[in-house]
């Protein structure tokens, strides 16, 4: 009987966990969708969006179960699979971590899963979480791991490739705002956002949709 209880309250306390984390992540996509409705509106401009997206990329990661690695937050592909469902996509080549941010691509034996769920899709832009396996070699030994990433795609091509450099410029800036959130740090973000986000205005203006 006693052992009976027990089992049952195992199953219990794991049901809540696994309820518990679908709302967390749920909840940071709806917060990313969000963003990105604002940016449609025009109540925010892109260098805005990056900065509360790349926020809201890491506590969804984190709300997936992910372990720190360094700096990143990493994810096994049981993880990926029970939050975002079943790969979207097969692969061969993965990048193999050599440190220092250096490394190598290789091709595997077997294809491996990766991920690139839409989760936004809107006048001006697209939103996907994507996860594409890593190898990183520890104590002689392959480990396969995953790091979630947010993509923003803008829908037209020849101002998507007008803008390109601009875009990488501020997201660079943004994510080491994002990671170390100074003044100093939001002057420059702000700085070199005003160019690029005028080139924005003033494509949109001219091609609302």
Not at 33 to 51: C, M, R, S
Not at 87 to 107: A, I, L, R, S
Not at 175 to 195: D, G, H, I, R
Request: cysteine-free.
């Amino acid at each position: 009987m006693k052992k009976g209880v027990l089992i049952l309250f195992i199953i219990l306390v794991l049901t809540t966990r696994i309820i518990a984390q679908s709302s967390d992540i749920d909840t940071s996509i709806k917060e990313i969708t969000y963003h990105a409705e604002q940016y449609e509106a025009g109540n925010i401009n892109y260098a805005q969006l990056v900065v509360y997206t790349s926020s809201l990329s890491q506590d969804l990661a984190e709300a997936m179960g992910a372990t720190s690695e360094g700096h990143d937050a990493v994810l096994k592909a049981e993880q990926l699979e029970n939050a975002l469902g079943k790969p979207t996509e097969t692969v061969k080549w993965v990048w193999v971590e050599t440190g220092n941010g250096n490394g190598y691509e290789k091709k595997l034996d077997k294809e491996v899963p990766a991920w690139r769920k839409p989760i936004f899709d809107g006048k001006k832009i697209q939103m996907w979480l994507s996860a594409w396996p890593n190898i990183i070699k520890k104590n002689n030994e392959a480990f396969l791991f995953y790091r979630l990433h947010l993509e923003i795609k803008f829908k037209s091509p020849e101002e998507q490739l007008k803008i390109k450099d601009g875009i990488e410029e501020i997201k660079s800036i943004a994510e080491k705002y994002s990671e170390s959130p100074n003044q100093e740090n939001l002057n420059t973000l702000a700085k070199e956002s005003v160019s690029v986000e005028q080139s924005f205005n003033n494509f949109f203006n001219q091609n609302p949709y």
